[in-house]
């Protein structure tokens, strides 16, 4: 697999340099040189095959050789050791589980394949690899449980401060071993600010040998695409042709991977961008104008995100077309307001318990579908979390209804720790050269 910048087409680098390297020197990411395409015949016939089956055909697909098969199938069946079940709500609208895994939300897929292929490349006696990472919540618990013991490796999470749930929180800052976290007084585009700063530091990058484990690291992005194709199998099965997927959107790399997937030949009807009123993307849709803002808090806190960071790979995909781009994706937004009456209204008709993220997306869903009465697809839309992550938002008869977690229950008993920091970057700076 080769990989160019988005920022310059002629570069060339392997996958394992991109994923070290995390992002090009020219502050680009990383796309594939070529999209490879899958075979007719396994589309046809994907109802026959497993989550791990599917994950290998098309990780192999993209990656090529760069990992040789029994490693990469050992590999992916380490990484991809949790279900993403479709749950059907009614005659044609589905929701996929994507929080069956350690850290309880679909940042599993990306953080345990991306953990394990660097420490896959990283050879004995390699310097120490220092991974930074942002998050608004969900992402910090998926690496550092994905990295979590894996040796030569240390990662530092900055998140910020009193915008987590108390399960993010203590997913983040119970950890200890090779874990550290940082409580940042800011936002989280103030936590990737810092973590992008960090990268283009030069006495930084003398000293440490620094990568990411954001959305925007390639080996977060592939795994994504498994459960896609996945889903559609399952859809599949069920006696659906055709398929509409609504994702709910902050940095854009999950309805990224799924539009990838979509380019790789799964055939999808149409792509729903569901986004709170951090609508950066919604609003270019409708415009042509792409301008970001300073993002604002709601209570789906993931998707808190003024400047996505994978819409460049988007648009790349895309070959910069934004009508291609509108027409395959529609976007809609909701107010916290909205979020909470959908949040009612899922646990009244289904008596389904969905975080805030994935009522947003089932809102989405809901629009499309009294927008295109006529579409027979199988809607699914992506629940992104457990419920459990974000207790403030529920009832007292829905929390009853939430049943905790092992993961959860264990992360009482552990004592927490963290620094906390200010959002200038020279004392992100000192921080790291000092501790
Ligand atoms: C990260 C996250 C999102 C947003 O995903 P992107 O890939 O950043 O668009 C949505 N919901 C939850 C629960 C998340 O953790």
Same mark, same amino acid.
């Not at 697999?1 to 570069?11: D, E």
């Not at 695409?225 to 509409?244: D, S």
């Not at 910069?320 to 009456?341: G, M, P």
């Not at 552990?414 to 970057?425: R, S, T």
């Given at each position: ?15 394992? *340099? ?34 791990? $089956? ?11 050789? *760069? ?29 996929? *589980? ?73 997913? +983040? ?17 103030? /936590? ?66 799924? +539009? ?5 030949? +799964? ?77 009612? *209204?899922?646990? $009244? ?5 969905? /975080? ?19 579409? $027979? ?10 419920? /459990? ?47």
């Amino acid at each position: 697999m080769q990989l160019y910048s988005t920022n310059n087409k002629n570069l060339r680098v392997s996958f394992q *340099e991109a994923v070290f390297n995390s992002m090009p020197q020219d502050k680009g990411l990383y796309m594939p040189v070529e999209i490879p395409q899958l075979e007719k015949g396994f589309i046809t016939d994907i109802e026959k095959y497993s989550l791990p $089956e599917i994950a290998y055909k098309i990780a192999s697909t993209l990656l090529g050789d *760069e990992i040789p098969a029994t490693d990469l199938k050992a590999l992916i069946e380490d990484a991809a050791n949790f279900d993403a079940p479709i749950v059907k709500l009614d005659k044609q609208t589905f929701v996929l *589980e994507l929080f069956h895994g350690p850290s309880l939300a679909f940042k599993d897929f990306g953080a345990r394949f991306m953990s394990r292929v660097m420490a896959y490349f990283l050879k004995d006696g390699e310097q120490l690899l220092d991974v930074l990472v942002a998050t608004s919540g969900d992402t910090g618990g998926a690496v550092a449980l994905g990295f979590l013991g894996v040796p030569n490796t240390r990662v530092t999470i900055l998140f910020p401060k009193g915008k987590v749930s108390e399960v993010q929180r203590l997913q +983040l800052t119970t950890n200890g071993k090779n874990i550290r976290a940082i409580a940042v007084d800011g936002t989280f585009d103030d /936590c990737q600010t810092l973590v992008k700063q960090a990268f283009a530091d030069d006495e930084l990058n003398s000293k440490f040998r620094l990568t990411s484990a954001n959305s925007i690291n390639i080996a977060r992005l592939i795994p994504q695409t498994f459960y896609y194709f996945n889903a559609y199998a399952q859809v599949k099965r069920q006696g659906f042709a055709t398929i509409v997927f609504s994702v709910p959107s902050g940095n854009f790399g999950n309805i990224g991977a799924g +539009l990838l997937a979509y380019r790789m030949g +799964l055939p999808v009807h149409q792509f729903i961008a569901a986004t709170n009123a951090n609508d950066t993307v919604p609003r270019f849709l409708e415009t042509g104008v792409y301008e970001t803002k300073p993002s604002v808090q709601t209570y789906a806190n993931a998707m808190d995100v003024g400047a996505p960071s994978n819409w460049v790979r988007i648009m790349d995909l895309f070959k910069e077309d934004r009508k291609v781009i509108q027409a395959l994706v529609k976007a809609y937004r909701f107010t916290d307001e909205e979020t909470l009456a959908g949040i009612t *209204e899922i646990f $009244e008709k289904f008596n389904y318990v969905a /975080c805030p993220h994935t009522a947003i997306a089932y809102l989405a869903t809901k629009a499309y579908a009294e927008e295109n009465p006529t579409d $027979e697809s199988a809607k699914v839309f992506l629940s992104t979390a457990h419920a /459990c992550k974000f207790p403030e938002v529920f009832s007292a008869e829905m929390t009853a209804k939430i049943e905790l977690p092992e993961q959860v229950k264990s992360l009482k008993n552990n004592p927490e720790v963290y620094d906390e920091l200010g959002k200038d970057f020279e004392g992100f700076k000192e921080y790291l050269l000092k501790k």
